[in-house]
Structure formats: C-alpha cells, structure tokens
C-alpha cells in the first residue's frame, strides 16, 4: 500500500531565516505530487504541483519554491522566510497520468516569528 | 465566482442525526468529484470518490452527485461525536495535462453527544 510521509509536524522559525519542508511517498511510482498551504478557517491553496522528476509548476507567485530531486521526494524551500509564510502546509499525491483523487501527508505548522 | 462553493457553516447537529454537506461548482468540465474529511491540526483524509452522476454508498456515508445542477452532496447518517471534523468537496475534470483539484473552503461539523 501506498504511504505518504511530511515532516516536521511542527516548526517556529524566525523571519529571515531559511526552510525546507520534505516529503516522501512510498508504494506508487512516478506520482503527481502537490504542495498546499491552508491558512486558518479557510480552504487549500495549490503552491506547487509536479507530474515527474524536475519538472515543477508553480500556482502562486511567491516567497517559496518547490524541487523534486527523486521520484517520490518533494521539497518545498524558501531563502528567506516572511511572517505571511506562515500556515498550514499539506504534501499531497495522486496517481500518475490519470485525474484521480489525492492522498495527504499529515501537515507541517508552521510559525513564522 | 469561486469555481466551487461551499458553505463553511459552522454546522452542528445531536448525535445520531442526519448530516447534510453539499457543494456547488461552476465548471462543467468537472467529472470526479470527492469529499475529505479533515481533523483539526491533521492532513485531509479522502472519504468517497465518484464519477458521474448518481448515489454512491459507503457505510454511513453517501455522496450524490447532479451534474446537471452543477451540485454534490455528502449526507452522514446516523452521526457520531466522532463525525466531528471540517468537511472539504473537491473535483477535477477529464483532461491529460490537468492534474489539479478544486477544493471548496470546508464545512465544520460539530456532533454534539
């Protein structure tokens, strides 16, 4: 079966400081893999999605920046974080080359201070 | 207009009544539809997954889905304490190369026991 792995759970970092936000799925290959944020009380926001290694389509204009190095490896980054970056962020996959649905990763929290 | 709309509530009900969810979009492209259910401070957990118009059911849960309406519904029965959660739609259409979901903003259930 198919599993899906983000970490950390938690994180308080200061403004100005760099991030970096993994995510791996195990089970499938060649997934789609997604980067969401969901700011409280409110509903998800696409930032990144990703249909192969290296290849990376950005929804937002922003602070943040995603990467696939390996197959089933998603990162999402940023130089220098502000105090609007801070949210809900979700890793999500789907299967590959097919409009299905997406399987979520646990979250991260992040707290911009 | 938001592609999909859905009324975040808050909604709550007695233990063991009916729960009725429902969500509303705007494009006619859309062809697979989900609901997720999403505990606070946790990723998003895929409940019922459907395509094409009709009921589909799944223990205490059924999803409807009218196409010609443009309007899903996610009805709960018999409710539990444990149905406590925010309620997210989503949906996506039939083409090769679009790999996104629409989500609605999330309905927030309270069972009270």
């Known amino acids: 079966s198919q599993t899906i792995h983000q970490w950390p759970a938690t994180l308080v970092q200061p403004v100005g400081s760099p991030l970096s936000l993994e995510c791996t799925v195990e089970?499938?290959?060649?997934?789609?893999l997604y980067w969401y944020r969901q700011a409280a009380g409110r509903g998800l926001q696409l930032l990144f999605y990703s249909v192969g290694i290296g290849q990376i389509s950005s929804e937002v204009p922003q602070n943040l920046s995603a990467s696939r190095p390996q197959d089933r490896q998603f990162i999402l980054s940023s130089k220098k974080l502000l105090l609007s970056d801070s949210g809900f962020y979700l890793c999500a996959w789907s299967h590959s080359g097919q409009n299905t649905e997406a399987f979520f990763g646990q979250g991260t929290r992040l707290t911009v201070v | 207009q938001k592609e999909v709309e859905q009324d975040p509530g808050p909604l709550s009900v007695p233990e063991g009544a009916i729960v009725s969810l429902n969500c509303t979009y705007s494009?006619?492209?859309?062809?697979?539809f989900m609901w997720y259910r999403q505990y606070s401070r946790k990723g998003p957990e895929l409940l019922m997954y459907t395509y094409s118009s009709g009921n589909k059911e799944d223990g205490r849960f059924t999803a409807q889905v009218d196409k010609s309406s443009k309007y899903i519904s996610l009805f709960i029965r018999d409710s539990q304490p444990s149905d406590s959660a925010t309620y997210l739609c989503a949906m996506c259409g039939w083409r090769s190369n679009d790999y996104k979901l629409s989500f609605g903003a999330g309905t927030t259930v309270t069972v009270r026991a």
């Open positions: 494009n006619s492209a859309f062809q697979y």
């Open positions: 089970g499938t290959s060649n997934p789609n």
